[in-house]
């Protein structure tokens, strides 16, 4: 029996999706992350440090966890998608979906025959998926389009409207670009909250779910009391340069040495 996909699980029962990123280019910190206990995990091929084979390692780490392992590839490229799909992704979140075609092309890339063009050879899914992946995998995978631009905010109904376009990921640093305002994330402006209040109500419109790229916890938390059922919190790169550098600044009140009058 195919293994079901546990972002579609938690959206069956009406949950949110609390998923992080993966930037760092290594099998033993995906594993770490795996274990921490996140509902899914996102290597990142886009942005992050990661090649195709260390991507397929990456996957392998994550499948010792529970937590569902998915890929932001590149591009909207049928190569990277379906390459990624067949290495055991259950999820492709695809950059810039900009209008109806390219959210068209993206589905179709994600879907076997007869409803998409998806080639057959799922080298690593059938092992991490089941005998039967590929009979099911059609209704296992997950196609998350990324909304980033102004065109895209302006095409939201007829992108959503692409049959087996089960997602939209919200890139808020090229969403603000876009606008005309710096990158980053977490934004409070009220550009950025209307601009997500149109987003979530053309979701609502067409049953499809909302996700969205956070740094914080709280921001996350927020997004979810919006309707956000799909949110990312931090990552492996922000987690490391937070705590080293929290750990960095706490060493710069240490005693000299031998200072006896040290609480420690």
Known sequence: MARANGVREIWAKGGAVINSWLGIPSSFSAEVMGHAGWDSLVVDMQHGMI?????????????????????????????????????????????????RAEAEKFVSSMRYAPVGSRSSGPIRASLYGGPDYHVKANDIVVAFGMIETTEAMANLDEIMSVKGLDAIYVGPSDLSISHGYNPGGDKPDAWMMEALGKILAACKRHGVQPGIHCGAPAYAKKMIGMGFTFVTVGGDTRFVTTGAASAVAEMKNAPKPGDSSSPY
């Not at 937590?67 to 590839?73: A, E, G, I, K």
């Not at 990624?84 to 259950?90: E, P, R, V």
């Open 51 to 99: 090649e195709y084979q260390t991507m397929v390692t990456m996957l392998q780490g994550i499948s010792c966890t529970d937590t569902v392992p998915l890929v932001r590839v590149p591009w909207n490229d049928p190569a990277h998608i379906q390459k990624a799909l067949d290495a055991g992704a259950y999820g492709i979140i695809c950059p810039m979906i900009n209008n």
